[in-house]
């Protein structure tokens, strides 16, 4: 159950970074070196661009336009973005469903001390280097849980939260009405890969982004964020001294290497997590 | 001034056919082989489109896509497709202004055989290999003619009618309001260059179109189909024979090598129309 938070329309193309950026990793494609985008990548049409003095900060290569060129286009036809998903993940042979939280529009926006950014302006354009007050999951209020989604959550055999920017690529799915209860209901099932470990984030401005709204940044600060939602913590070694505060609050807790450095390490989190 | 009855939206990008074969072509860019496009063309995203399941008729090359997506933006940023126009012709170097006919959404329909096709379907994907019953240019009658074209019309020393289908490149930029009535007060400064050649279009459907629609398929074809809007007729030495008909209408006419078969015919074609 993805985020669609991050999504944006940009060039009349509407993208998805959540979404694509799982469909590439998982069918083995993603970039390593550049962190995002498609592997092989190639830069012609954003050189161009460049050169016309278009839009260039979000950066787009050849192959990963052509996945917002066909999104764009089914969109058009009137495909949702759950239908667009599924064709994707088939076309990049993926094993697992890709399920946008809901077909209608969500927008995490950020009020800072420069007004009012959209996420990418924040994320991407000033390189999430500036402070922030509050996060505003614009439309989520008003968005319709997708019925694939809802099915995926009540069914599931265990929910996973996976360590991902709690406040930015989480809070915009458990913010969409129903998402919250549903997982409430089912806290025993649920299990949660803390994305701090010893109070910081592997990457991106999780750590900087709690602190800066006030939640204490270390795993017992993400607990209090998902308070009542997880039956079961997974910590790092490093966090080990906080695995008794944390079932002190009645939930069990798995301390092992959270760090997915390469893909040996992240077969073996996810061995912990779904034994 | 451009006809944008061609344009269409395609994977959420605006696409101006029309301005950007011209803009292309003026720039010294045009592809020759292809007979469209961007000369040193690559088609990267296209590949991986076709590998998608994506549309991918309409070919669209990487560096033509920059325009697209560069044009795309301005649009949603406010701009009109003069203000882009203007943009893409200063950074391709142009010497002269290309105006948009209108600002609003124009869009050439064909009624054939198979029901109602739109341009790029019928001249594209259908290669216009399909009966016509009517051509209809939806859009134009409620379409306003921009400023700056209204003026390049009123103001220009004089204005040419290029050998372009009349049907379908002429014709949707006629039925904007005004147009036809402003070039009329200024037939006397009217040049037209025939689109046939001895009956026949040199590439393209308009002796076929002509032919369906009930036009006879010859200059004095055209002729009817600009009358009292044309006071010099250039026609190639092919057709000498019906200057002395065309004369008898009371036009001037001259007979010349129109075939642009290369730049210096061009050219000396340039130098006979505006002598």
């Given at each position: 159950?993805?985020?669609v938070?991050?999504d944006?329309?940009?060039?009349?193309l509407t993208?998805c970074?959540?979404l694509?950026?799982?469909?590439?990793?998982?069918?083995?494609?993603?970039?390593?070196?550049?962190?995002?985008?498609?592997?092989?990548?190639?830069?012609?049409?954003?050189?161009?661009?460049?050169?016309?003095?278009?839009?260039?900060?979000?950066?787009?290569?050849?192959?990963?336009?052509?996945t917002h060129l066909y999104r764009s286009e089914r969109l058009r036809q009137g495909a949702t973005k759950t239908e667009v998903a599924r064709e994707l993940a088939a076309h990049?042979?993926?094993?697992?469903?890709l399920l946008p939280?809901t077909d209608d529009?969500?927008?995490?926006?950020?009020?800072?001390?420069?007004?009012?950014?959209?996420?990418?302006?924040?994320?991407?354009?000033?390189?999430?280097?500036?402070?922030?007050?509050?996060?505003?999951?614009?439309?989520?209020?008003?968005?319709?849980?997708s019925?694939s989604?809802?099915?995926?959550?009540?069914?599931?055999?265990?929910?996973?939260?996976?360590?991902?920017?709690?406040?930015?690529?989480?809070?915009?799915?458990?913010?969409?009405?129903?998402?919250?209860?549903?997982?409430?209901?089912?806290?025993?099932?649920?299990?949660?890969?803390?994305?701090?470990?010893?109070?910081?984030?592997?990457?991106?401005?999780?750590?900087?982004?709690?602190?800066?709204?006030?939640?204490?940044?270390?795993?017992?600060?993400?607990?209090?964020?998902?308070?009542?939602?997880?039956?079961?913590?997974?910590?790092?070694?490093?966090?080990?001294?906080?695995?008794?505060?944390?079932?002190?609050?009645?939930?069990?807790?798995?301390?092992?290497?959270?760090?997915?450095?390469?893909?040996?390490?992240?077969?073996?989190?996810?061995?912990?997590?779904?034994?």
């Amino acid at each position: 159950v993805v985020n669609v938070g991050d999504d944006l329309v940009l060039h009349g193309l509407t993208i998805c970074p959540d979404l694509d950026t799982i469909t590439y990793t998982l069918a083995g494609l993603n970039n390593d070196e550049l962190g995002w985008g498609l592997r092989g990548e190639s830069w012609r049409v954003m050189q161009e661009l460049e050169d016309l003095g278009g839009e260039s900060w979000f950066r787009l290569g050849d192959r990963d336009l052509a996945t917002h060129l066909y999104r764009s286009e089914r969109l058009r036809q009137g495909a949702t973005k759950t239908e667009v998903a599924r064709e994707l993940a088939a076309h990049f042979n993926l094993a697992v469903a890709l399920l946008p939280v809901t077909d209608d529009p969500v927008a995490t926006e950020f009020l800072t001390t420069e007004g009012r950014l959209t996420f990418q302006d924040y994320f991407v354009r000033r390189r999430h280097d500036i402070v922030v007050s509050a996060i505003e999951i614009v439309g989520a209020a008003e968005a319709t849980l997708s019925a694939s989604a809802r099915a995926a959550i009540v069914n599931a055999d265990r929910l996973v939260i996976a360590p991902s920017n709690p406040l930015i690529s989480i809070d915009p799915i458990l913010q969409v009405p129903g998402v919250r209860e549903l997982i409430r209901e089912r806290a025993s099932d649920v299990i949660a890969v803390s994305p701090l470990i010893n109070g910081e984030a592997l990457k991106g401005p999780a750590d900087r982004l709690m602190r800066e709204l006030g939640y204490e940044t270390s795993v017992l600060g993400v607990a209090d964020f998902y308070e009542g939602l997880v039956g079961t913590w997974v910590i790092d070694e490093a966090d080990r001294a906080h695995a008794d505060d944390l079932r002190a609050r009645g939930v069990s807790v798995e301390v092992t290497t959270t760090i997915m450095a390469d893909p040996e390490n992240a077969r073996r989190l996810a061995k912990v997590i779904t034994s």
